[in-house]
């Protein structure tokens, strides 16, 4: 597989908390650092049927309504990465889900405090990044 065949793209989202602490420029020069280039930034107030929409997997969970509650009507940064390994590179970079968990170096374990508000939210898989980047993003303005 050539390196150019692993070019990948994801989704990222900034939560309130990360806007609010104002930490959404060192989060971005992380990913930068290593490698990742911005295809397109959205910041914006999240209106609570696209909150919804992007939690729709977790819909029935006991966490649900808490995580759509920490971004409705709250200003966050949306952004699609393209690079080699793109999800994977990010999903490491932004460490565990749990601040607690998340190992020294990475996002979350430097920077989060709360399970809920944890800074950032990355997609998982390739099939999320489909899902998810549609949610807030045409395919025209990710034309490079």
């Known amino acids: 597989m050539s390196e150019r065949s692993e070019i990948e793209r994801t989704f990222v989202m900034l939560k309130p908390s990360c806007i609010q602490r ?22 914006m107030k999240m209106p609570r049927e696209k909150a919804e929409e992007l939690y729709r997997v977790h819909e029935g969970k006991p966490f649900y309504q808490g995580l759509i509650n920490a971004i409705s009507g709250k200003t966050v940064a949306l952004m699609v990465l393209e690079g080699r390994r793109a999800i994977s590179v990010v999903r490491k970079l932004i460490g565990a889900t749990d601040p607690a968990q998340a190992e020294a170096g990475t ?9 809920t508000d944890n800074l950032i939210h990355a997609s998982d898989s390739p099939e999320s990044y489909e899902r998810e980047h549609r949610i807030f993003f045409t395919e025209e303005e990710l034309e490079t």
């Not at 650092?33 to 911005?38: A, R, Y």
């Not at 996002?107 to 989060?112: E, T, V, Y």
């Open 107 to 115: 996002i979350r374990g430097d920077l989060a405090i709360d399970l």
């Open 22 to 43: 104002g930490l959404m420029g060192e989060v971005i020069s992380r990913f930068e650092k290593k490698g990742l280039k911005i295809l397109q930034i959205k910041i």
